[in-house]
């Protein structure tokens, strides 16, 4: 079989950006002319526009979601205080949630769009010195190849995404650092060409997580409108499993027997606020709160607060896992306040959770809306056996916590001491080169980097 030759290799990235761009460009044109200010503002950054001036010389730290963000301050929490840090994200929900939860200690912007002069003005604004990726988002390092090719980067808590490293291969090469969650990602990238020295398993990041503070004013209001009822949390729904949960939450007695929170991801506020309508649901949004009533139902139309709440719950869905192409959402938040736990049967995108959880009979396993029903029916009946699979939970996630401390181990020889972060990134020319054929579009690197 004739290998691809090093140009050929990045042929599928050259697609891959390609139809990211023409996705940036689509939602840029539909969603800007809905967008409050606060989501202007952040797609402007986006497009390289920033409102305020920023420090320079620190470190990058990409962090795709709300989840990796509270990873980000796991870590964050460590650095040393005067170290510049800038954090991308890639909606504004998570913006809003870094913003709230740093407190000033980093700059919070979009990453950057995926041309030339977006990446340009980006790196021209901050000037890192060093790049953390947190999981499998690779996409900062399109960011390197083309403006700043001698930036040291880290990817820490990854898991082996197969799909994700053959495509980024040619890049991920280059990288100085991998923190990885099982011994067999460590052995898969070894097997893709990574010096196996380059490698660190250091165990699952979201297991240490921090804990968000309680919102001590929202709890009472809910619990006011709780009554004497239980709450049940459906967290991180989506449009597709939604009426299912309805259906559950209709067939084990509605708001006669419990109170719902529905915590839809973000983006697809309207379409929950709209089945809730539809079906003529007494509902309330979290925003309006408090108010007087005994809703059955009560929305979380706000960003950031979910994970604290769980704290509430008699049981939890936690959602994303109950549709055909979905990949779930973390357990951990419910299960680390010892609530009892259903999820559907999609959860690849938390594999080693998901192992950790089925192996351990930590929560249950639900295909449709009559498990869902039985499930939240069964621990409602019987709060012992509800609260004897929550401690379950609660103690598998303390059990494995320890990532954070072996990645700060492998983070600390990557951003070194004091002059590590000096005036000049020391590191080898070749680092991060393109080839020296064509290469993506718009994207191929100065030929001195100042």
Avoid at 111 to 121: D, E, L, Q, V
Avoid at 220 to 245: K, Y
Avoid at 280 to 308: F, M, N, Q, W
Avoid at 438 to 444: A, K
């Amino acid at each position: 079989m004739k290998s691809a030759s090093p140009t050929d290799a990045f042929a599928p990235l050259r697609a891959f950006l390609r139809q990211i761009r023409r996705r940036i460009v689509l939602l840029t044109l539909l969603r800007l002319p809905r967008a409050d200010r606060r989501e202007r503002e952040f797609w402007a950054t986006g497009w390289g526009w920033y409102r305020r001036p920023s420090a320079k010389g620190g470190v990058w730290i990409h962090a795709s979601t709300i989840g990796e963000v509270r990873i980000a301050l796991s870590v964050i929490q460590s650095l040393p205080a005067e170290l510049p840090l800038v954090i991308t994200t890639f909606d504004v929900e998570s913006a809003v949630a870094a913003e709230r939860l740093l407190r000033g200690r980093a700059a919070v912007t979009a990453f950057p769009a995926p041309f030339r002069f977006a990446m340009r003005r980006f790196v021209e604004h901050f000037d890192p010195r060093r790049l953390i990726i947190i999981e499998t988002q690779f996409y900062p390092l399109i960011v390197l190849a083309a403006v700043r090719p001698n930036l040291p980067a880290a990817v820490v808590s990854m898991f082996n995404d197969q799909q994700q490293i053959e495509l980024f291969l040619p890049l991920l090469r280059s990288v100085e650092l991998f923190g990885v969650r099982l011994e067999e990602d460590r052995r898969k990238l070894v097997e893709h060409g990574i010096p196996i020295a380059r490698i660190g398993v250091t165990g699952d990041l979201k297991f240490d997580a921090l804990a968000l503070e309680p919102r001590r004013d929202l709890e009472v209001a809910l619990r006011g409108l709780a009554g004497d009822r239980p709450i049940l949390i459906a967290g991180s729904t989506h449009p597709e499993e939604e009426p299912a949960v309805l259906d559950a939450f209709e067939q084990l007695g509605g708001g006669r027997r419990a109170l719902l929170l529905l915590a839809p991801r973000v983006p697809t506020l309207g379409k929950s606020e709209a089945l809730l309508r539809q079906r003529g649901i007494d509902y309330r949004k979290r925003t309006k709160l408090p108010v007087k009533g005994r809703p059955a139902v009560v929305l979380l139309d706000s960003i950031g607060e979910l994970p604290s709440l769980y704290r509430l719950a008699a049981a939890a869905f936690v959602g994303g896992s109950m549709m055909l192409g979905g990949g779930g959402h973390s357990p951990l938040e419910a299960a680390r306040s010892a609530v009892p736990v259903a999820v559907g049967p999609n959860m690849s995108n938390f594999r080693l959770i998901a192992e950790i959880f089925d192996r351990a009979g930590a929560w249950t396993r639900v295909t449709n809306a009559d498990d869902l029903a039985r499930a939240w029916t069964t621990w409602l009946d019987n709060p012992e056996a509800a609260q004897t699979l929550g401690k379950c939970a609660a103690e598998l996630v303390q059990a494995h916590q320890g990532a954070l401390t072996r990645t700060l181990d492998l983070l600390q020889t990557f951003l070194g001491q004091s002059d590590a972060l000096g005036p000049a990134v020391k590191t080898p020319a070749t680092r991060l080169r393109w080839p020296q054929a064509p290469v993506i579009e718009g994207l191929r690197p100065p030929a001195a980097i100042p």
